[in-house]
């Protein structure tokens, strides 16, 4: 069996993740782990697995099939997604809702001129929370998505936070108002005027000696489209607290369509997601949309793409006979 070759590029904890994933498919083999910092300070969670600097990146270009971006949303992937694609073919978890359109269109014109093929805003949300709100939306004209989130730590949120100068190091929960949810599932079909009537984020903050906490907590809740959209809570934390009480990284949260098929008939279709490591579960979504891409690839398809694009076969290592067996 030829095994797709993968490369893992930056690892923090979704790079770890994506690491493990890779041991659970016995149709992959992980080639190498790209990082910016000296390789021989990384340690990795198998010893077979290799680290290569960053700047050895292209040197390997021939040798990859699929590259797995893992950096974060606010600065990393809007500068690494355009040069990786230009050499291979890439996916990522870019989850910039606002900003998915604008990132899409500059990817796909990269990757078509390159030959390339890249699946962007894989994950979890955007990713299969986007599949179901589709779904239900096409079963269910006439109604309304809700999504809600948490409580769980927000990875994209956190690094968002962590790479505000003054600060140390952070992390932040997003948490959804109790009575907001009960008022969906009820079948009520509230309007919810913004986004802060839904959910609420909750920040826990350690400082560099010196940072002014009024001039962090300001420009916290005053960042576009991370913070300013919500009712934000900022906590001034010790590191030795960070650690103790907020070193987990659980999460979650559903989608639900609240709709009618008739005048006097209710339905409600519910997807959910109770996670106990938020980063391993978003690294084996990648994981598994890397297969799809590589079978997407070899069709000749080339350019960007999203897990709307994406069959559900493609994603599994079964045969199409023991999809129609087992699985449909």
């Not at 998505?145 to 962590?162: M, P």
């Not at 932040?172 to 079948?187: A, C, L, W």
Request: proline share 5%; with cysteine; net charge neutral.
């Amino acid at each position: 069996m030829d095994k797709i070759k993968v490369g893992i590029y930056g690892y923090g904890n979704l790079g770890k993740g994506v690491e493990l994933a890779i041991s659970n498919n016995p149709d992959m083999e992980l080639v190498g782990i790209f990082t910016r910092r000296n390789p021989s300070s990384i340690s990795p969670l198998f010893k077979t697995s290799k680290v290569f600097s960053t700047d050895d990146v292209l040197k390997m270009k021939d040798k990859i099939n699929v590259m797995i971006l893992c950096g974060g949303s606010a600065t990393d992937l809007p500068m690494q997604a355009p040069e990786l694609a230009n050499n291979f073919n890439i996916i990522d978890s870019y989850d910039t809702h606002a900003k998915i359109p604008e990132y899409f269109s500059k990817i796909d014109e990269i990757s078509k001129n390159a030959n390339t093929l890249s699946l962007i805003s894989c994950g979890w949300d955007p990713g299969l929370f986007s599949l179901n709100r589709c779904l239900f939306e096409s079963i269910l004209p006439n109604g309304e998505n809700y999504v809600f989130y948490g409580k769980g730590l927000s990875q994209g949120h956190s690094d968002a936070i962590r790479r505000i100068s003054g600060v140390k190091n952070a992390v932040q929960y997003t948490v959804p108002y109790d009575e907001s949810v009960e008022s969906v599932r009820t079948g009520k079909n509230p309007h919810f005027p913004s986004v802060r009537e839904v959910m609420w984020r909750e920040c826990f903050v350690v400082l560099e000696d010196g940072a002014n906490p009024k001039k962090i907590e300001k420009e916290i809740k005053e960042m576009p489209n991370y913070f300013e959209p919500y009712n934000t809570v900022v906590h001034f934390i010790s590191e030795k607290e960070l650690k103790e009480k907020h070193s987990g990284m659980p999460h979650g949260g559903f989608v639900l369509r609240s709709g009618k098929t008739s005048d006097s008939v209710n339905q409600i279709a519910e997807f959910s997601l109770k996670l106990d490591s938020n980063p391993e579960f978003t690294a084996s979504v990648l994981v598994a949309y890397s297969r799809a891409l590589y079978r997407l690839k070899k069709q000749g398809l080339t350019g960007a793409i999203t897990v709307l694009d994406v069959p559900f076969s493609f994603l599994s290592t079964k045969s199409r006979n023991e999809l129609l067996k087992e699985i449909l």
